[in-house]
């Protein structure tokens, strides 16, 4: 039984979504430019040790070599992980809406054409506003990470914002680098990570074995296909069908995924201080810029159903500020020292009990 989604037809869709109104993505990327390949493995080579040395992390393995990508390879890379990350769930779903007959194959192709249509349109305009993203498997270990630069939303945003291309190049790599310094150097984290997600896909795959997401879901996809579709990919009835451990399970994958991208916006704010009044200008008008997270993180999070906005991210920061003023980087890196040492929702937003139950409370 193969699963609900039409990939092809997600991948032309997303595709077709990322090109138009381009903002510089028909330009071609020439040797000077500051987003050619050259440019940006030398903006990582500069940024990925200066990342290091402020955070006092040590990676065991060097960070993959940057690569430079256009939309439609973006939307390509994040399609892959959606379907490698919902397969399961996905074949299982297929097997509960198959129906007998001529009019069953009519509704799942139906259903698989929605699905296709909104996997594509979510990966397609994702694909017009991420900028860099360090990309790594929380389903096929075997994958390597990668480390990729979309060059027309570089040249895009750049522009915008109106800021020096090299010193823009060389902060987005700061943020990336860090991304990979943070996986290099703490061994659990993936494996963490992924058994979170692990653990949300085997519930969710059992409680549509038990019946539960048709319960939830069957009036909505006899009344209307697209609707389930939707919800599907909005994480709308991800939620609706998991149980209480599924739910915590969601709050700590939020948690510690916060934690990550809080950390490498400190981290990238702290080591490139010594760029000065340019690189304040620059963040005042890209943080003015940004809306909402439109990378892989948005991708998965309609899949597993998490509230993965910007607040969370920004949460994050104001955490990893707050740790830093109070017990420096090396108190910060205690989220490092294991599991058990990341903060929850709560401590994010009250970073003082946080650093009374692992920093301050070790030392009474």
């Known amino acids: 039984m193969d699963g609900l989604i039409d990939w092809r037809l997600a991948a032309r869709i997303a595709a077709a979504i990322g090109e138009p109104g381009a903002g510089g993505g028909g330009q071609p990327i020439v040797a000077a430019d500051p987003f050619s390949p050259a440019a940006i493995a030398a903006a990582c080579a500069e940024a990925g040790p200066r990342a290091a040395a402020y955070s006092g992390l040590e990676p065991d393995t060097a960070p993959p070599v940057p690569e430079v990508v256009d939309r439609a390879a973006w939307s ?18 297929a097997a509960r809406f198959e129906a007998p007959g001529p009019l069953g194959a009519v509704a799942r192709s139906v259903v698989g054409a929605a699905l296709a249509a909104e996997a594509g349109a979510v990966s397609g305009y994702a694909s017009r506003k991420v900028l860099g993203q360090y990309d790594v498997s929380l389903v096929a270990e075997e994958r390597a990470p990668r480390l990729l630069f979309v060059a027309p939303n570089l040249r895009a945003v750049q522009g915008e914002i109106g800021a020096d291309g090299p010193t823009f190049v060389h902060w987005v790599a700061l943020h990336e680098t860090t991304h990979a310094i943070q996986f290099g150097s703490v061994p659990w984290l993936r494996a963490h990570l992924a058994g979170l997600v692990s653990g949300l896909l085997d519930g969710a795959v059992d409680r549509v074995e038990s019946g539960a997401m048709r319960s939830a879901a069957g009036s909505v996809l006899r009344s209307d296909p697209r609707h389930i579709a ?45 760029l000065g009044g340019a690189y304040a200008t620059m963040r005042d008008r890209l943080e003015a810029r940004r809306a909402s ?29 707050t740790v830093v003023d109070v017990a420096g980087v090396d108190g910060l890196n205690r989220v490092w020292a294991s599991p058990e040492s990341l903060p929850d929702l709560a401590e994010l937003e009250q970073p003082r009990a946080w650093l009374d139950r692992i920093v301050l409370g070790s030392h009474a």
């Open 230 to 274: 939707s919800a599907l990919l909005k994480g709308e009835l991800a939620r609706a069908i998991a149980g209480p451990a599924q739910l915590a399970l969601l709050d700590r994958v939020q948690a510690t995924m916060a934690v990550i991208e809080g950390h490498a916006e400190h981290v990238m704010d702290a080591a490139a201080a010594e």
């Open 293 to 321: 997270r439109s990378g892989i993180d948005a991708i998965v999070a309609r899949v597993l159903g998490l509230d993965l906005k910007l607040r969370q991210y920004r949460l994050g920061k104001a955490f990893c500020d």
């Open 76 to 93: 390509a890379n994040a399609l892959a992980t959606l379907r490698d990350l919902g397969g399961d769930l996905e074949r299982r779903a």
